[in-house]
């Protein structure tokens, strides 16, 4: 999808305070900054796109309760999905993480985290992480 329908969907979906987004599947690179005025939202599907970073603007997304992330090329985390303090549900599988995302350990409502199909290092769950019911890797 182009640039132009994107953001035509972006402004949609404040004027009438979508609490879904599905944005899954359209190849898009980068998320546009107006996707801050989507503060409704409770779940966001950024899925199967070609992102490699998002916008610190994520983090005015507070209502997020299911974030879908996974078929992107994702190596790193902005620290501003920890300002997500509703995230229950984070899906990552199919990216590029090497590591355990730092910010995940700040999450404390964070019940289900998908990392599956990452190319993850062993890793060890600590107590910091005690709080995520639901692990896949």
Request: net charge negative; charged share 15%; aromatic share 4%.
């Amino acid at each position: 999808m182009e640039r132009p329908s994107v953001l035509h969907l972006i402004a949609q979906a404040a004027e009438e305070q979508w609490e879904e987004l599905d944005l899954s599947g359209m190849n898009l690179t980068e998320l546009p900054p107006e996707i801050a005025t989507l503060t409704h939202l409770t779940t966001l599907d950024l899925s199967f796109n070609q992102f490699t970073a998002l916008p610190e603007a994520i983090a005015t997304l507070t209502n997020l309760i299911t974030l879908y992330l996974s078929g992107n090329q994702f190596t790193t985390l902005p620290k501003a999905i920890a300002t997500l303090t509703n995230l229950t549900t984070l899906d990552l599988s199919h990216n590029q993480l090497t590591t355990l995302p730092e910010v995940i350990a700040t999450s404390t409502n964070l019940t289900t985290l998908d990392l599956s199909h990452n190319q993850l290092i062993p890793i060890c769950v600590s107590k910091r992480h005690s709080h995520v019911r639901k692990i896949s890797h």
